[in-house]
């Protein structure tokens, strides 16, 4: 059994960030996480899109933020759970708890703090009879990295920011890029939808609008796509290509979570966000998108400022006797459970003079 601090369910920025607010009160923590690697939505979704609303950083690609993140935490050794999902939550007769995952992994703690974004994500499929005989073999939801299509024809399919945005991108890395919309008007960001608009002008994009993806053709790898025209005078379409990539959303579930007792609003945690935002359940927490409050706003730095708040409440519940002492990093440092330490440089003034 994994013994822990903290066990923070989620390693998504919020989850991550946790772990160096704990880490800065002595509190050890791991993280369990349902994707193979940390970063949540920034690394299964999105890796190459920039954010632009993290302090201090202009702008900054979501890869680069959990890589930085992971940079930060790396002193305070956390532990990972990795690619299971957090399954069931006992609470212990001393107040602690076991969580065991989908593998029978079991973790204890004193604390449990949900971190996990929005919750788990399923795509939005077209209905495509014979799409899942494609998944990973031409078809695929996410796009981690842009360099696997390199040099290939990609056929897109979506009208939304997410949609638009990765034709842009992928104009300059794929040799063609067809964009499949139904309606003749995107709901994307204008920007976004002059930028297709001009790449089209230019021969990098191929806008089909008023048309979906039907069908797909191929022996054990994606060859063609069967593209279905409301003007019936065009009718069907064969196109061949190297990849399709259907972009109409994604939707977001609790999952089991979602059973574990806790006190649920519109798909959210609720919590008590007046003092440290823990759940109905003693010793719970639930920080980041996955929680709900009046006034909350659904930002990566609305989940970093709960993360340090949660763990101020978690460390008086862990040491009832002792009373922390708030200490500004630009004092006191940070020193690693790994046996490193940064602190601002002090000159030794040996006399002054006046």
């Not at 992994?105 to 929005?118: E, F, K, S």
């Not at 008007?185 to 297709?196: H, I, K, N, Q, T």
């Amino acid at each position: 059994m994994i013994e822990t601090d903290i066990l923070i369910i989620g390693a998504g920025p919020t989850g991550l960030f946790t772990v160096f607010e704990a880490g800065l009160l002595k509190l050890k923590t791991h993280l369990i996480d349902a994707l193979p690697q940390p970063g949540g939505q920034c690394s299964e979704i999105y890796p190459k899109k920039p954010i632009y609303d993290i302090p201090a950083f202009p702008e900054i690609l979501a890869g680069d933020l959990v890589k930085n993140l992971m940079e930060q935490i790396r002193p305070f050794e956390p532990g990972f759970t990795l690619g299971e999902r957090a399954e069931t939550l006992e609470k212990l007769d001393d107040g602690t708890f076991i969580v065991t995952t989908n593998k029978g992994t079991q973790h204890h703690a004193p604390v449990v703090a949900i971190a996990g974004g929005l919750g788990s994500f399923e795509p939005r499929k077209p209905p495509i009879p014979n799409i899942a005989d494609f998944e990973d073999k031409g078809v695929s939801y996410f796009i981690k990295d842009p360099e696997v299509y390199r040099n290939k024809s990609v056929v897109i399919a979506g009208g939304g920011d997410s949609a638009l945005d990765w034709a842009i991108y992928l104009a300059d890395v794929a040799s063609e890029v067809a964009l499949v919309h139904r309606r003749e008007e995107f709901r994307g960001a204008l920007d976004s939808v002059e930028r297709v608009s001009e790449l089209a002008k230019l021969g990098k994009i191929e806008m089909i609008t008023n048309a979906e993806v039907v069908g797909l053709k191929g022996e054990g790898q994606l060859e063609k796509v069967v593209i279905r025209h409301k003007d019936k005078a065009r009718g069907e379409e064969f196109r061949e290509v190297d990849d399709f990539i259907p972009l109409f959303g994604l939707s977001p579930k609790l999952g089991p979570i979602g059973s574990w007792g806790l006190e649920i609003e519109k798909n959210a945690i609720k919590v008590d966000n007046s003092y440290d935002y823990q759940t109905n359940i003693p010793g719970v927490y639930a920080i980041g998108d996955v929680n709900t409050y009046k006034g909350k706003l659904k930002l990566i730095l609305s989940g970093f400022h709960e993360a340090a708040i949660m763990c101020q409440s978690a460390y008086a519940r862990i040491n009832p006797d002792k009373k922390y002492v708030l200490k500004y990093t630009t004092v006191g440092g940070v020193q690693g459970f790994d046996g490193t330490k940064k602190e601002a440089k002090r000159e030794v003034v040996k006399s002054i003079s006046v």
